[in-house]
């Protein structure tokens, strides 16, 4: 049973690993919503901030969560790869609707995020 799961600006499809009470080990399964570009303290500003590159949680990465953390799994089950493709597609719809500093500079670290992908999981993300 796959549970949502954020993390960070991301959002996630997890699975349960473990369950002791107070911690759960949840494994990712799918990506739901690609993490945010940039200094997420000081949104959309790019001026004297140190702008982050954030990749989403890989495959099979391990998280520990709470139980209020996990929220009911409410969007298509898809492979990992496809999610994060679609995670990313449209994320970049979004930017692109967008004309700021902020947005340019989020697509270029995005394209960046792509190359980095394709190496990892031998596929062409587009």
């Known amino acids: 049973m796959l549970y949502r799961f954020s993390h960070k600006t991301g959002s996630y499809g997890v699975s349960i690993k473990e369950d002791d ?4 080990l949840v494994q990712v399964e799918q990506v739901i919503k690609h993490p945010k570009q940039g200094e997420l303290h000081h949104p959309k500003k790019i ?10 949680l890989s495959h099979f990465e391990k998280r520990y969560a ?3 953390q996990l929220r009911e799994f409410n969007v298509e089950t898809m492979s990992y ?6 995670a990313i597609t449209n994320f970049e719809q979004q930017l692109k609707a967008d004309d700021s500093a902020h947005a340019c500079l989020s697509l270029r670290s995005l394209d960046q995020l792509k190359e980095d992908y394709s190496i990892q999981y031998k596929r062409t993300f587009v």
């Open 21 to 24: 009470g107070d911690q759960i």
């Open 47 to 56: 001026e004297g901030v140190f702008f982050h590159e954030r990749k989403a």
């Open 66 to 68: 709470t139980r209020s």
């Open 81 to 86: 790869e496809d999610s994060l493709q679609q």
